[in-house]
């Protein structure tokens, strides 16, 4: 019997596709084990968390003459909250008042009312004629006005929706932690990836890598494809940090109160101004599309200087003095502010974010920037491929 022995060798083109796949596995092996990567890494984590643990440590609040400290007061204040949730009411803000009281004291260096807590506070800023925007020149309430009378009324007739009221300070926290944390994503991008072509200028591979059969064509491609892959997973790690760190402690309760009133803060309190009277989670999945634009064009930005430099020290202060340039730009104001916001450093930031959704530059944007994106990633591909 005649025995027939098959070969599987498979056509150039799968043959191709493998090698290709091979260089990809291999470069994002490279850049995540690369030491500098992880400990930059390592370093951004804990930082992001001492930072957290700061500011939980750091909260306060009185109930009924008991102060409460940290992690407690959190606990306290969201559990007072529980009580009222749901339509808030002028029935529920005397209530409030009649239980807890109204703070009356602020002291320097301590942010909100020194003798408030979340509840209280809650009407004293916006149901009353206590001014508690600077502890030097404070004035405390001495009384309180019906909902219709007040800021929350003239939101209410713009919404036509009832406000409600919950503990809302996860949302506020959660996006100060992941603000805070894109920016450490963002010097871990810097320092991980302004090697990738930079290393072989350095250490001389390019001619041993160029002369395999599309040696250029080939590792060039693999090299951007685990470039972005790792910014992804860069982005993946510091949102899903930031959202377990949040939801942890402080919870994310109130996912539909408007963001004027869920943030907590003047800034965002223009009721003329449609975006401050979105669902604050909405405007959190905002932010989390922005983040992940921003760190994909600070990648291609990367990208595109570590092509031109044969040295990764050189590459990396090049790529970390790009990424910082626009904020002294942005001081020139105009046009010059308009294209800083544009930047990676900008667009991780909240109130940056709100600002350019407030006044409808989002589009406009994105028409500056995926043009950017694309050409910095072709430059970058293009002058590695000829860098012989």
Avoid at 14 to 29: A, I, P, Q, T, V
Avoid at 95 to 103: A, D, K
Avoid at 182 to 205: C, K, N, P, R, Y
Avoid at 256 to 261: K, M, N, Q, S
Wanted: hydrophobic share 45%; glycine share 8%.
């Amino acid at each position: 019997m005649i025995r027939t022995r098959y070969t599987a060798v498979g056509t150039e083109e799968e043959g191709d596709e493998y090698n290709m796949m091979r260089l990809y596995r291999m470069e994002l092996y490279k850049l995540c084990c690369k030491k500098t990567f992880l400990i930059c890494g390592l370093a951004a984590v804990l930082l992001t968390m001492l930072v957290f643990w700061i500011n939980m440590d750091s909260e306060e609040t009185v109930v009924k003459g008991k102060r409460y400290h940290g992690y407690e007061a959190v606990r306290i204040d969201r559990q007072t909250t529980r009580e009222y949730e749901g339509v808030f009411t002028d029935e529920k803000a005397a209530s409030i008042v009649e239980q807890y009281g109204l703070p009356s004291k602020m002291e320097y260096d301590h942010p909100g009312w020194r003798d408030g807590n979340y509840l209280n506070s809650f009407v004293t800023d916006y149901l009353t004629d206590g001014d508690g925007s600077s502890w030097d020149h404070y004035t405390a309430p001495t009384r309180v006005y019906a909902i219709a009378d007040t800021k929350l009324g003239e939101l209410r007739n713009l919404t036509g929706e009832e406000l409600c009221l919950a503990y809302t300070k996860g949302w506020r926290v959660f996006l100060d932690t992941l603000q805070l944390g894109m920016i450490h994503a963002s010097v871990v991008i810097i320092t991980g990836l302004s090697v990738v072509f930079a290393q072989e200028g350095q250490t001389g591979m390019l001619s041993l890598i160029f002369t395999a059969r599309n040696g250029k064509e080939k590792d060039g491609g693999a090299k951007i494809a685990a470039a972005f892959t790792l910014t992804i997973i860069v982005y993946l790690i510091t949102a899903l940090l930031s959202f377990l760190l949040s939801v942890s402690v402080y919870g994310l309760d109130g996912k539909d109160i408007p963001l004027c009133i869920a943030l907590s803060q003047e800034f965002f309190f223009h009721p003329q101004i449609s975006l401050s009277y979105v669902p604050v989670a909405e405007f959190a999945w905002m932010v989390l599309g922005w983040d992940l634009l921003a760190l994909m064009l600070l990648c291609a930005i990367v990208l595109c200087v570590s092509a031109h430099y044969k040295s990764t020290f050189g590459a990396v202060t090049m790529a970390a003095v790009l990424w910082g340039m626009p904020i002294l730009i942005s001081m020139f104001g105009g046009i010059l502010y308009f294209v800083s916001s544009c930047m990676p450093v900008f667009l991780i930031m909240t109130l940056c974010i709100y600002e350019v959704l407030s006044w409808g530059w989002g589009g406009i944007m994105l028409m500056l920037i995926i043009p950017m994106f694309v050409i910095c990633v072709e430059e970058g591909y293009r002058v590695y491929v000829r860098s012989l």
